[in-house]
């Protein structure tokens, strides 16, 4: 019987972690779910993130063109000094969805890097569950802790499509 996966990304660490490796190149997310369907079947595919008006609109349609969920909303804005800072931290919105979903999963796989993550894999993993961490730059915590770390391989990341230019005359 095929395994049960669950997926959870959170978007921003994965782009950012992706563009400091990879030197500004951006995941072909169709690849990347391709590979986690060759492990079992997907149950739950959710990724986090934010958006400011209706700026993120085409990047959703194609999450949910491969198969997942957006769970985006606005960033909280912060002034500090004068300084406005916007923060979308899903960290613990997208702890209570594993938290919720592990029970009917087989596999859950993390799209993070972040070490803030390290007491959730644990609780896991004394769980019993399998877990692969699926990211670029992971956390040396998250990787000492004997889950299965995967590195986005560049192969994974988006081509470049420039527009052929024709001459006439």
Do not use: W
Not at 24 to 52: C, E, F, H, P
Not at 122 to 130: A, D
């Amino acid at each position: 019987m095929p395994k049960k996966i669950g997926v959870f990304v959170d978007v921003s660490n994965l782009y950012y972690c992706i563009g400091k490796k990879y030197k500004g190149k951006k995941l072909d997310y169709s690849k990347y779910m391709d590979y986690i369907r060759s492990l079992g079947d997907i149950t739950v595919a959710n990724a986090y993130g934010a958006q400011v008006k209706n700026q993120a609109a085409s990047f959703l349609y194609c999450l949910r063109q491969v198969g997942i969920t957006p769970m985006y909303s606005t960033p909280k804005s912060f002034t500090d000094n004068g300084l406005i800072t916007k923060k979308a931290d899903y960290d613990v919105k997208i702890t209570v969805d594993i938290l919720d979903a592990a029970p009917g999963l087989d596999i859950l796989v993390l799209g993070s890097a972040d070490g803030d993550f390290v007491p959730l894999l644990k609780s896991l993993l004394e769980g019993g569950k399998k877990i692969i961490v699926f990211a670029c730059k992971i956390s040396s915590d998250i990787a000492e802790l004997g889950v299965t770390c995967i590195e986005i391989p560049e192969s994974f990341m988006e081509e470049k499509h420039e527009a052929a230019i024709t001459k006439t005359g």
